[in-house]
């Protein structure tokens, strides 16, 4: 079974920011949360990795709690081309430890 | 960039057929994957690998085998297909040096009639 619990949808209008919650109150602490998405058509892209307090890259920025067991994904101004099925996976980082996924969370974006 | 290639990317097969999905992976990766995709499921793992010569089972193994007969090679294996095998097929593949990072290729879509 996965080790995260998502929303399984959300909506939102283009130009909006989105904030994309995911619980992983069993996670481990060797573990790291990544996040994911996957556009129809195409495999899972990966969008952002953390371990603790807040990460940001060109994409998005990841905040996660001081327990580590809620991680927020976030998406500035998202666009029609941000509509997508977002994953959150937590594993350890090394090697040899694959990674689950659930169902994610579909981001519909309307103009 | 990162590619992870699969072959073929559409496969229709009958009930019993015999089906191999190739991956290639061209990353140096030690780790790849197999995962397949229904609807109401998202992603499950189904067999990966750790190096040539090596495999791991996943949480949906039966009916499948795979092989990996070079680093950059990981090809499954449908022996008997079935119906409940119609799915969309990802391989992937990752290593401790990308941070674990899992690396998609595009799908391969088999049906089973």
């Known amino acids: 079974l996965a080790k995260t619990t998502q929303p399984p949808s959300m909506e939102a209008y283009e130009g909006q920011e989105v904030n994309v919650s995911c619980s992983h109150t069993n996670i481990a602490t060797s573990e790291y949360i990544y996040w994911y998405r996957q556009v129809p058509h195409q495999g899972p892209q990966f969008i952002i990795q953390?371990?603790?307090d807040y990460v940001v890259n060109e994409v998005a920025s990841l905040f996660i709690s001081a327990d580590r067991k809620l991680s927020t994904l976030s998406l500035p101004w998202v666009s029609l081309r941000d509509a997508a099925v977002y994953y959150c996976i937590v594993t350890g980082a090394n090697s040899g430890t694959y990674q689950r996924f659930g169902t994610g969370t579909k981001l519909q974006v309307v103009p | 960039e990162a590619a992870v290639t699969q072959s073929p990317r559409n496969k229709v097969t009958v009930t019993g057929g015999n089906v191999t999905l190739s991956c290639r992976q061209t990353?140096?990766?030690?780790?790849m994957y197999w995962y397949r995709q229904d609807t109401g499921h998202g992603l499950r793992l189904i067999h990966y690998s750790y190096g040539a010569g090596n495999l791991q089972i996943g949480d949906v193994p039966d009916g499948y085998k795979a092989t990996r007969t070079t680093q950059e090679d990981f090809f499954l294996l449908l022996e008997l297909a079935s119906p409940s095998q119609t799915s969309l097929y990802f391989c992937a593949s990752s290593d401790r040096e990308s941070g674990n990072t899992l690396y998609f290729g595009e799908g391969s879509r088999l049906i089973v009639v």
């Open positions: 990353n140096s990766h030690n780790y």
């Open positions: 953390g371990y603790k």
